[in-house]
């Protein structure tokens, strides 16, 4: 079992940065996926980054103003937020599987955290 608390959300203005931070209380192994997910009201949860053995990934819709980054020794995984727009407004999720999770598949990762809401206003 793997326990798995967000926290850092918030509201910001547009362009603005937040980052959002996820404590794993089990050790992050290099067999392990750690992952982002958001949902917001009214729309279906969209993945926005993971990282796996050493490889990250993201989707378009945030690439080049996400980066996300872990931490094994201390078993955090970060999701630094840059140029955020309104369009990002959602509860973000961090997620823990398989490292064949990895590339947002959803469905494979097995343990999810409570959430953290991030709101940007225009």
């Known amino acids: 079992q793997v326990q798995l608390v967000e926290s850092g959300g918030g509201s910001v203005q547009a362009g603005g940065s937040l980052r959002l931070s996820c404590a794993a209380f089990?050790?992050?192994?290099?067999?392990?996926?750690m992952g982002w997910f958001r949902q917001a009201p009214g729309k279906e949860r969209e993945g926005v980054a993971d990282?796996?053995?050493?490889?990250?990934y993201y989707a378009d819709s945030v690439k080049g103003r996400f980066t996300i980054s872990q931490d094994n020794a201390k078993n955090m995984v970060y999701l630094q937020m840059n140029s955020l727009k309104p369009e990002d407004t959602a509860m973000y999720y961090c997620?823990?599987?398989?490292?064949?999770?990895?590339?947002?598949?959803?469905?494979?990762?097995?343990?999810w955290g409570q959430g953290t809401q991030v709101t940007v206003s225009s």
């Open positions: 990282i796996g053995g050493g490889t990250t």
């Open positions: 997620a823990a599987g398989p490292i064949w999770a990895c590339h947002l598949r959803g469905n494979v990762y097995n343990y």
């Open positions: 089990k050790y992050i192994s290099s067999s392990t996926c």
